[in-house]
């Protein structure tokens, strides 16, 4: 099961919107409802912010929404601020019942 | 709080083993599907496997199946991962995680352990 791509880096200055791509095939991310989108901070662990394409867990600003088309998902972080800056990671369901990882990206904050 | 505290990471040779465990505090253990997640030093996550609430479903990722052995005690609260066969490339972080109540794989991860490292060195 091959990574799903994601950009290696994004950037944008606080306050404007950023969007991350996280392309699969119809096997993982076309075929289901079932992509996730992580946060992760330098030397800490993951946090989940989006799941089942565009859910919001419990306690994730509304600043964080996601959508998907065709074989490709997308995050979208609106009104950027400095804590949004670390690495985020999408992820689906496949039809082998396993769980694909995107390579990440890195989003800098200007 | 609802938390995870892996360990039974360290230093191992090529072809040795390694028996990583995860202990689950918090919250009701037995309800919920738990799975490995490794990430190698500087690079993304890999998911590696998953185990059902009740042990009944289990899956692997290709590049650990048949070496590595998921399990649990639901009376322990406690997860484990046996890995057998070690290679260089398993070299990384493991987060023991738990998926989202009632969604299995198909979810999200939303309680993260803060990982054990595992290094597989001659």
């Known amino acids: 099961q091959s990574a799903l791509t994601q950009p290696a880096s994004v950037s944008g200055s606080p306050g404007q919107s950023i969007t991350i791509s996280c392309t699969g095939t119809s096997s993982d991310v076309g075929g289901y409802n079932f992509v996730s989108w992580y946060q992760q901070h330098p030397g800490k662990a993951p946090k989940l912010m989006i799941f089942?394409?565009?859910n919001r867990p419990s306690g994730v600003s509304n600043r964080f929404s996601g959508s998907k088309s065709g074989n490709t998902a997308s995050l979208t972080i609106s009104g950027l601020q400095a804590e949004d800056e670390a690495h985020y990671f999408c992820?689906?369901?496949?039809?082998?019942?396993?769980?694909?990882f995107g390579g990440g990206t890195k989003l800098t904050v200007l | 709080e609802e938390q995870l505290v892996e360990s039974g990471g360290g230093s191992v040779q090529p072809g040795g083993s390694l028996r990583l465990s995860c202990a689950a505090s918090g919250f009701t253990f037995n309800r919920y599907n738990m799975n490995w997640v490794r990430q190698a030093p500087g690079k993304g996550l890999e998911w590696i496997s998953y185990?059902?609430?009740?042990?009944?479903?289990?899956y692997y990722a290709d590049s650990v199946r048949g070496r590595f052995t998921i399990s649990r005690d639901n009376a322990r609260n406690t997860l484990y991962l046996q890995m057998n066969s070690l290679r260089d490339d398993d070299t990384a972080l493991y987060y023991c995680?738990?998926?989202?109540?009632?969604?299995?794989?198909?979810?999200?991860?939303?309680?993260w352990g803060q990982g054990t490292t595992v290094t597989v060195s001659s």
């Open positions: 992820s689906s369901y496949t039809s082998s019942d396993t769980l694909v």
């Open positions: 089942s394409v565009n």
């Open positions: 185990i059902s609430s009740s042990s009944i479903t289990i």
């Open positions: 995680a738990r998926f989202l109540p009632g969604y299995g794989l198909r979810g999200g991860i939303d309680v």
